[in-house]
């Protein structure tokens, strides 16, 4: 399996990024005040998990909480939620331009804990509008930096791959790093390739619908 250039993630002090793979944006923005809420919010994922099975969506293995961790209650995973929906925003006005929206709204999110070789299969997000992601904890990934591994990297796949003699690669990896959010249109299909590395990895996901 081949793959674009990998995206490098940013420093705290960088703004909301933007990379155009096969024509649409992956937003990429650091939240480093988020990262003394998680200890907080990590004990609030796993006092769910030890009441609840959880589900199983594309997730191979791992917990898949239910999607309705926007609606919590717990103050520091609001705040989260929040500041989430809020940078989301951001990103689609900044897509939008000069097209009107009335409102964006989440519809749905949910919590995942990883463990060794525990890995999503390919899935959209549909009907949605966008979708996005955040790392509460990345997890500590075997291949250090080794950036051709695609161990634990969330792969997103060109909604209309061309031929070798296009010089047009299939996918294009992003390996996940803590207080870092992705956001990305919900029909782009992605996948989470085998994480193996000895730590949980903690992650948020939601979705998100546009109001014209």
């Known amino acids: 399996m081949s793959n674009e250039n990998d995206a490098a993630a940013g420093n705290a002090a960088d703004p909301i990024q933007a990379r155009w793979h096969f024509g649409v ?17 990590i004990q609030h994922i796993y006092r769910i998990k030890d009441r609840d099975t959880g ?14 961790l926007h609606a919590s209650k717990h103050e520091d995973t609001r705040w989260l939620i929040h500041r989430l929906l809020q940078v989301s925003t951001q990103c689609i006005k900044d897509f939008e331009g000069d ?8 519809v749905s999110a949910w919590a995942n804990i990883n463990y060794q070789g525990n890995w999503n299969a390919p ?6 509008t966008w979708s996005g992601v955040f790392y509460i904890d990345s997890g500590e990934p075997t ?26 690669p299939p996918n294009v990896g992003y390996r996940p790093v803590s207080g870092t959010m992705l956001l990305f249109p919900s029909f782009l299909t992605h996948m989470v390739a085998p994480y193996f590395g000895d730590k949980p990895r903690i992650s948020l996901a939601f979705n998100l619908n546009v109001v014209r």
């Open 143 to 168: 291949t250090g930096d080794d950036e051709r591994s695609l161990e634990g990297k969330v792969l997103f796949f060109d909604p209309m791959p061309l031929g070798r003699e296009w010089k047009r």
């Open 55 to 68: 589900i199983t969506r594309s997730n191979q293995g791992g917990w898949h909480s239910g999607d309705r």
């Open 99 to 106: 097209r009107p929206i009335k409102d964006v709204r989440m």
């Open 25 to 41: 944006p992956i937003y990429e923005k650091h939240l480093p005040r988020s990262l003394e809420k998680m200890p907080s919010i």
């Open 123 to 128: 899935h959209e997000h549909l009907p949605c």
